[in-house]
């Protein structure tokens, strides 16, 4: 599996428990139809950088991993509580048990999304997450 999808398991393996969202947290693009509050990740970019070392290292990559927070329309301070929890869990282990090298807290945005009974309160924080994997070997962090 590559470090890329593994580091994404990892953060839904940290999310998974928290106060607000318990057990529901998955790798998924679109929300919860009716289950909230809930958790979403997914990542959305992945750079590697040459510059951290010579020619023929191992480039440390910047992962864009998006957390979504899902609750009900008008709940803005259970989504600010969301967002504390994640980010709290995502900082107790910045390694993600190994498999990264540091976290990074982006932009979060927060916005209504859907209409009638399926309209949510989504708080979407990006995080920078940062692993090493050799070339042509994807699948093993280094």
Known sequence: MHVRQQVVNAV???????????AEVANRRTYPQGTTPALNVYWSGDVPDYEQGKLGSVPL????????GITKVGA???????????????????????????????????EDDGEGETEVLVIDISYQIFYRAAEGVPGTAV
């Open 12 to 22: 839904v393996t940290a999310l998974t428990g928290l106060s607000t969202t318990g």
């Open 61 to 68: 990559h910047g992962l864009e991993v998006h957390v979504e």
């Open 76 to 110: 803005e301070t259970q989504a600010n509580t969301i967002a504390e929890e994640v980010e709290t869990a995502l900082y107790a282990d910045q390694t993600l048990g190994g498999i990264a090298v540091g976290i990074e807290i982006g932009e979060a945005v927060i």
